[in-house]
Structure formats: structure tokens, C-alpha cells
């Protein structure tokens, strides 16, 4: 049986243009992935008869429907309500999830506000789904076949998506893929890429973006780095795999060293990865990037033995007291210039004894930038065993852009001298 | 009349999740501007039952129905004759429509593809709305009232937002203004809060929160900021401020110094204006957060005249070498204590030189942890003029939030104590 699917969406903020729903769009993925056709997004605003005739107004159309959002605390959550109005049911407190709660704020070493004690009420005969990552469980609920409409599965999941993603895929997919499975496996690969624009990969890789072609390859960019995203679809999974495999054979013998890694994968974590793999020690020295690139880097756990430490020389002061930049050197060159980022990397590698140091200096924006020295302009220098190079980049873009695109370029240097024999 | 609109976003990529639907988004921000409050959205997949059953659902609950997508030439716009079906009329052609579609294909020097000629066919009785962005004009249809339901307004408006956006602007904004224009003026404003929890604070706020109050005041919480969205009408611009302005003085009494900044402040921003306001410098010494207070303190343009830097001392010998934090001191109480924080900003506010400096140190897991010193425990140190404040925190969250709440922790420390006389 081919499911067809439901999501639907709770928040006046969301129908009222506040906030922009991104999770209809991210389950419909995962949804596709599993064969699970989605064909109806509804979202409606925090109003109990609004959302009850959503719920049922959905079962005439969906075997399975999908709720994000509406299980808070406060008084304008109507989700666990309006289901259980919906399924024609009392709200019965669920002991478990009380307890779970009451831990959560107990480990904050806070006691429960009264108001969270109704995010352990549950539509009578559903069943809670628990939430490691935050307070609000999901809610799993049966409606059967009436003469008019078949059987609906309805789940409803915590709005926010840092809890709803790994909810969904830790608690919900399993399941879903048992129910609703349909034998056609769909395979998604997705290749990771920097140094390079979008057209020019699109160029290397000839026919394979073709539209109509089979597998699928999409191409997506965000802040200079490009996703190829490999669909495949076959009878078996081996078929899908093997499908997708040659294609992703293919992209790497095009690419080369562009692609730095997979699915998830950041620079960071692959330059983590490097690290550890070399066994080598990183640090930084950053300017115009403030501590991005240290941002960045301490996302990836376990970075601590290799990623050593930096300094954020955003004044001049500080290039020279902590990093040894002689102030000779700014006042000749700028601290926007070559010998200023090859100074910040061979500094920051004596100071903190690393055998990898980046050193960033450029002008943010939107003010400072000068006709010779424009606002984008950045020099990036990397210290390494073998001797220090220096990159120079004309980022003509926003202040954040120019930040996250400065930090980007440092990790793909970084990760590619690692790469090097 | 308070009119309630729907937004039906039309097409199987966005139901299946290939691209995003921004226009609803878009729309209802504009209709809430008119007074116009937009309760549902929904997103359909192309098929012409699908279509359909949402045209006549929406009739039930919405005023105002506004479509987006299916005008196009292919077979997969269904817009025009789920319309028509939904209205039980024929499509008919409207002549001036051809002429106008006829007359883009030519200025481009291709004469029309014969697909292009149902762009030009529109449900009977239904009014065309001339496009001149583009080749499918949009559709305006009164659909009468019933014994059932009250009369509803369709509008029908290409999907490609660069269409999309300057065709509602031009010519529907004027007209929809004079038939639902309710001489209503609806102000919206937000106050941003840190310190205190969601619910906390709607405790705090008493009745203000309650569901059909008027003004209605919103909550909505990200990582520990909490927003407050003030929703007040009247029948001027004047008495809908005074009526905003009311709520938004018993909510600063209520919530003091919780309360950082209004509409689109981050803790950063409201930082930043007040160390430029009190002529103060900032120096940030950052363990556990990797550089996260830097980058966010350096996303604020101009910052570079009051945040001097930082040192990010991931490893022990950074906190020594870097911050002068005595080795023994990290030997005896450990890297994640109280007395490192006070030593880490101490030796930060010698080194840089500057007014004010935080120091943070902390176990952002998933690793690390022990029984005493649990994943999520950070202490916060400040060092200012009058001394040093130490803070312990623990949140029982993930990597990237611990790291998230400790830094944005910090700047609100930061900002408290720039606060005092």
C-alpha cells in the first residue's frame, strides 16, 4: 500500500508570516525518502476549532498525518486538545512522561512550573512518544476506519526543530518504514563540495545533471558549498546502491580533492577528522572571522585533542601582544595584508606550539573597505612543517557572508595540506 | 468586517519537499498589515481531486482565499480547471488574455507554443487579472454565498515569486484593501527577553497572555531568548500604538532588566549599543564556547571599536600560556571550575587591556562528563571594574546548545553589568 500523507503545521506566528515553516518541508524529504507520498501541507493558526477541523479534515484525505508544533507549556499550545476533541476522548495524565519532565528541570536544578504539568496530558487510548530532547513528548494516536473514512495515524511532534529531527528520525522513521514501506527503495547520497562554483561543477560533470536522467543528481549551493544530491531508486536496495555508487565513482574520478566530504559532513568535521587521522594539532588566529573558525571547529566533539586553541586579534593591540605581529609590520603593510595573515599564522604556531595555524585578517564590512582595500578583501595564511602560504580572497558579499565564507576557505586549506602525503 | 484568509500554495514540489514555500510566508505578512488575518495555510500536491477538495474546504472557514502556482502551461497546472470545477462553471477564453500572451512570445521573438493557449482559458464568470511580469494572468472569482457557507473570494496568482510579489502589490493589495479594509490599524511589536524561563515569565505576566485578550501578546522561546510579540489594533495608527504602548510599559515593570531589546535585537546588538553607549572595551576568553562569543559579538558591524578580542584557551596550556592562568590552579580544582573562570577573565582583562571581560569554561559533551562535573555544567566569569561575578550554570542540553546558552549567557552578563549606574 502506497501511504499518502498529511503534515500539519500549529502556530499563528507561522500563519501570520512571524516565523517561516521550514519542518513541513524537511518531513516531506524524509517522508519521499521512505516512499511516503506527502500531498497535503496544512498549517493553522493557534484557535481550537481551527485546528480540530484540520485534524479532521485531514483523515478524509490521508492515511498518515503529521503534526509539528502546538505541545508547550502555555496557554495558546492546543495541540494535545485538540486531538483528543478531534478523537472524541478525555486528556489523561501520562505518569511517565510527568516524571520525565519533572527530571528534566531537576537536572537544571530548577523546579517544574506548575503549567508544564500539562505536557504529561495525553488524548485517552494514544500513546506517548518520549523526547530525550526536550520536555514536550510526542503524541502517537490511532484514529480506526469510520464508513466514510478509512483508518488515519495521526502524530504530533514538538515544534521545535532541534528536538523534532532526531525525534523523527530516532522514534518515528523506524516505525513508519515498517507500516508504510512499499518495497521501491529510494537511495539519497550526498556528495559535499568546496573550491569550486556551482557552474563549473555542473560543467565537469557533463550529462550527469541532466533533468529526466536516472539516478537523479541535483545540484544545491549555500555560502560556496555545493551539495550534489544522488537519487536512485531500484527494487532492491543493493539495485538503489549500486546505482548510486557509480554515479557518486564517477563525481569523485571529476572532482577530485573539491569533494571534501558526505551527507553531513562540514569542513570542520572533515578537517576534525584529518586531525585526528594525522594526528596533527590546529590553531588559529583570527581577525575579520571574530572566533567563527573556533565556532566552527568546537561544534565537532572530541576536537579538543587537536584543535588547541586561538586568538581573536581584533585589535591591532592584540595582534602584536598575543601573536607577535610586530606593529612595524601593520604600520607598513595594513592589518589587512599579506605579511600581516603570514605574521598571525607563523605567531599563533610558536605560541601555542600547533603543527597547523591559520591566520585570517580582512575587512568585514560594510565600513572600512578603501579603493585599494575593499570591504570582502581577505588574506588567509596557513603555517604549516613545510613552510607558510598565503591565499588571497575579494569576497563581494555581506558582512556574514565575508565572515562564514573567510572561515570556510581557512578550514578547506587546512584540509587540504592535511590531504597532502 | 474582520476578514479570515487562507493561503493555498499549489504543487507536488512542495508537497514532496524539493523547494520551499516562501510565498505564503510573504502573503500573510502583507495581508496582516492590511488586518487581514490569514488562520490557515495549505500546500497541495497537483492533482486535480486534490485541488479541488482544498478550493472547497477552504470556502468553509476563509473569507479570502488566496492560491499561489498551477497557472502555467504544462499539464501539471491544474489551478484553472480545479477552479472551475470547484465553481461548477466551464473554462472559456478570454480573448484580451491571448492577446497579451501572444504579444510576450512575440517581443522575445518566438512565436507562442500552442501549450501557452490555456494560460488564456479562465473559469466562467471568473475576471482575469492582467500580469505583466509574465505570461499567466491571475484569476479573481466570487463565489457566492450558500445556505451552508458565506460568500468567498478566490484569487488565484502565479507561483514564481518574482511574478507572485509585484502582481499582488499592484493590483490586488489596492482592491482587497477596499473591500476587507476595516480603517483597522494593526501594529505588532516585540520585546526580547533573556534570564528567565517561557513559562516564567507568562506567570509574570499574569492576564497579558491570555488567549483573546486584546492586545494580544505572543510568546515564542529559541535557544533561551524569549520573544514577547505585542498584537494591538484600533481604529487609528495612533490609538493602535497607545493601545501597544501600554502593554509594552506594564511588561518592562513586570520583567525589568529580563527585558534586552525590541524587534530584531539579538543579545550582541543590545551589547554592542551599550558598550559603544558607556564608551566601555570587551575582551572575551572562551573555553568551552570555541569562539562563539566573538563571532557573535563581530556579526554587529562597528563592534571593532570596543571588542578588542579573545582567546579561545581550548587546551589547558592555551589557558596558561595565553591568559596566564596558573597551571597549579588547573591542577587542583580542574579546567571547568569556578576558580578557572575567575582566572581566566582576570588574566584576559590584564592581557587585553580592556574594561570588561568574560571568561567561560565548561563541558559541552557528549563526552567529558563525570558525576560531579556533568556534560552541560559551565561557570561564567565577569571581571570588571568593581571586581569579579562568578555564575554556574547547567544546562542538560546538546553540544551545540550548551555551547549557544553559555555564550549568549555570557553576553547577558555582560550587558547587565554595562546596565548598572
Chains 1, 2 share one sequence.
Not at 486538545?81 to 478523537?87: C, G, R, W
Not at 505518569?95 to 523546579?111: A, C, K, V, Y
Not at 502517537?140 to 478509512?150: D, K, N, Q, T, V
Request: hydrophobic fraction near 40%; glycine fraction near 10%; aromatic fraction near 4%.
Amino acid at each position: 500500500m502506497t501511504a499518502t500523507a498529511e503534515i500539519i503545521a500549529i502556530g499563528s506566528e507561522l500563519t501570520w508570516g512571524m516565523s517561516l515553516d521550514t519542518n513541513s518541508h524537511w518531513l516531506s524529504l524524509r517522508l519521499a525518502e521512505m516512499g511516503i507520498e506527502v500531498a497535503y501541507h496544512t498549517t493553522v493558526a493557534d484557535t481550537l476549532p481551527g485546528i480540530v477541523d484540520a485534524l479532521d479534515h485531514a483523515a478524509t484525505r490521508a492515511d498518515l498525518v503529521i503534526v509539528t508544533g502546538g505541545l508547550g507549556p502555555t496557554a495558546d499550545d492546543l495541540t494535545r486538545e485538540a486531538m483528543a476533541t478531534m478523537a472524541g476522548v478525555e486528556l489523561v495524565v501520562d505518569d511517565s512522561s510527568l516524571t520525565h519532565i519533572e527530571g528534566m528541570f531537576q537536572r537544571r536544578g530548577r523546579t517544574m512550573p506548575e503549567r508544564n504539568r500539562v505536557q504529561a496530558l495525553f488524548p485517552q487510548g494514544s500513546s506517548p512518544i518520549p523526547n530525550p530532547h526536550g520536555t514536550a513528548p510526542g503524541i502517537w494516536l490511532e484514529r480506526p476506519a469510520s464508513p466514510e473514512r478509512g483508518a488515519t495515524l495521526y502524530i504530533a511532534l514538538p515544534g521545535v526543530p532541534r528536538e523534532m529531527k532526531p525525534l523523527f528520525d530516532e522514534a518515528i522513521r523506524p516505525r513508519l518504514a515498517e507500516r508504510f514501506g512499499t518495497g521501491l527503495y529510494v537511495i539519497h547520497k550526498t556528495l559535499r563540495c568546496y573550491g569550486a562554483g556551482e557552474s563549473r561543477i555542473e560543467e565537469q560533470l557533463g550529462d550527469l545533471t541532466r533533468r529526466g536522467r536516472a539516478p537523479e543528481v541535483g545540484i544545491t549551493a549555500s555560502e560556496a558549498t555545493i551539495s550534489l544530491r544522488v537519487t536512485a531508486k531500484g527494487r532492491s536496495r543493493e539495485e538503489a546502491d549500486a546505482l548510486a555508487l557509480k554515479d557518486i565513482h564517477f563525481i569523485h574520478q571529476q572532482l577530485g580533492d573539491i569533494v571534501f566530504g558526505a551527507e553531513e559532513d562540514e569542513l570542520q568535521t572533515t578537517v576534525a577528522r584529518l586531525l585526528s587521522q594525522r594526528n596533527k594539532t590546529l590553531a588559529t588566529a583570527e581577525s575579520c572571522t571574530g572566533g567563527l573558525v573556533g565556532h566552527l571547529l568546537t561544534e565537532v566533539s572530541g576536537i579538543s585533542a587537536h584543535y588547541l586553541g586561538g586568538v581573536v586579534s581584533y585589535s591591532n593591540a592584540a595582534k602584536t601582544e598575543l601573536l607577535g605581529v610586530p606593529a612595524e609590520l601593520i604600520e607598513r603593510h595594513g592589518a589587512v595584508s599579506p605579511e600581516v595573515a603570514q605574521a598571525m599564522a607563523t605567531g599563533c604556531r610558536a605560541r601555542f606550539g600547533s603543527d597547523l595555524s591559520v591566520g585570517i585578517t580582512g575587512i568585514a564590512g560594510p565600513g572600512g573597505g578603501t579603493e585599494t582595500k575593499p570591504v570582502g578583501l581577505v588574506y588567509v595564511g596557513l603555517a604549516h612543517e613545510g613552510g607558510i602560504d598565503i591565499a588571497e580572497y575579494n569576497w563581494a558579499a555581506e558582512r556574514s557572508s565575508v565572515k562564514l565564507r573567510s572561515a570556510k576557505t581557512a578550514l578547506n586549506l587546512v584540509r587540504l595540506c592535511l590531504l597532502k602525503p
